[in-house]
């Protein structure tokens, strides 16, 4: 019977990620078998009765969806200021689901959620930075001459934020808007809107189109569908390439 480490089968049950189970193992706060664990590395069966806070942990059928974000929506299970989530939008999902990374409450676009938490971990790895691709209009008109440092990169805050590539989609003169397409190879807190306003460009919006080779084809802001199976084989094929 295969063993799987402990923190990796809670990840997958849904109830957090990898890295906060690991923390909860840390803290004391899960059994297995009746005996506390307080160490990384242990092994458990599909057998081994495992307890996290003294409530038995359920394991979970894995689910995977892509959803279409609106503006106005936060990237979360709950909001302590009672704002509407993502989650809010799937209400016919029965599983613990989460989101993959984020997407801030003004920005719209592609975004995964799950409850295996190995499959999130996994695609938010610091080793590996999966391509997104996104669509900002900001005010005003970046010169030529400054438009390298999208490329090179710009210093805020003690980090140094830039983006993999971009393209001109459409410049509007009269307006002063300009309209690109942004590709980030990773993903900084506010990242894209950080660059932008440090160049003096703020952005009005921000959508993302694609993550890895997924897109938002057919769907409508607030709509979801599940992954196909060749999908998230994909996904982790394409991760376990460059972590393993």
């Not at 997958?12 to 923390?23: F, I």
């Not at 892509?66 to 106005?72: E, M, V």
């Not at 984020?102 to 996994?122: C, H, I, P, Q, V």
């Amino acid at each position: 019977m295969k063993k799987e480490r402990l923190q990796k089968v809670i990840a997958q049950s849904g109830l957090t990620s990898r890295r906060k189970a690991e923390r909860l193992i840390l803290e004391g706060r899960v059994k297995v078998n009746g005996e506390l664990v307080t160490e990384l590395g242990v092994k458990v069966s599909p057998k081994d009765e495992i307890t996290v806070d003294g409530i038995p942990l359920e394991r979970e059928k894995k689910v995977y969806y892509l959803l279409y974000k609106p503006r106005g929506y936060i990237s979360a299970v709950t909001d302590d200021r009672g704002r509407k989530t993502v989650i809010d939008l799937m209400p016919e999902v029965e599983e613990r689901i989460y989101p993959v990374g984020r997407l801030d409450y003004d920005s719209s676009g592609l975004l995964l959620l799950t409850n295996d938490g190995d499959f999130a971990y996994k695609l938010m790895h610091p080793k590996f930075h999966v391509s997104k691709e996104y669509i900002v209009k900001i005010d005003g008109i970046i010169p030529m001459e400054k438009r390298d440092l999208l490329l090179e990169g710009v210093k805020v805050d003690g980090e140094l934020l830039k983006v993999s590539k971009y393209k001109v989609k459409r410049v509007d003169r009269k307006k002063r808007t300009m309209l690109l397409e942004v590709t980030l190879h990773e993903g900084k807190n506010r990242h894209i809107r950080r660059l932008f306003e440090a160049l003096g460009h703020p952005v009005l919006k921000l959508k993302r189109e694609k993550y890895a080779f997924l897109t938002l084809d057919h769907l409508q802001p607030g709509e979801y569908r599940p992954l196909k199976p060749k999908e998230v084989h994909d996904l982790l094929q394409l991760v376990n390439k460059k972590i393993e």
